[in-house]
């Protein structure tokens, strides 16, 4: 049973930093990309950053870029997004997600206020 499970959420302030994890199990992590959306109440799920089954291919959303660094670490099937320079505006739930596979974690809510 594929299991997507986010930490690492939670109120921070402008400028600041938070880093998600998205621990993975039931299948085979290091055979897929992998990929962190986020979601504001009423809007679509939007993709944030994209990273390859091997890590060496990343993507990332223009609003993120230079910010935001996702990666992962295989052998613990765990994968991250570090997220520095933190704006109000990235204030929404963020989701991993395993595109081949179509699972989606249970998101971790990120708030960004002083």
């Known amino acids: 049973q594929v299991q997507l499970v986010e930490s690492g959420g939670g109120l921070v302030q402008p400028g600041g930093s938070l880093r998600l994890s998205c621990a993975a199990s039931?299948?085979?992590?290091?055979?897929?990309?992998m990929a962190w959306y986020r979601q504001a109440p009423g809007t679509e799920r939007e993709l944030v950053a994209r990273i390859s089954a091997h890590g060496g291919t990343t993507n990332y959303a223009d609003s993120v870029k230079g910010r935001f660094t996702i990666s992962r670490d295989n052998p613990k099937n765990t994968a991250y997004l570090q997220m520095n320079s933190l704006k109000p505006e990235a204030t929404d739930v963020y989701y991993c997600?395993?595109?081949?596979?179509?699972?989606w974690g249970q998101g971790a809510p990120v708030t960004v206020s002083s």
């Open positions: 997600y395993i595109p081949h596979l179509k699972s």
């Open positions: 039931g299948f085979i992590f290091s055979w897929y990309d």
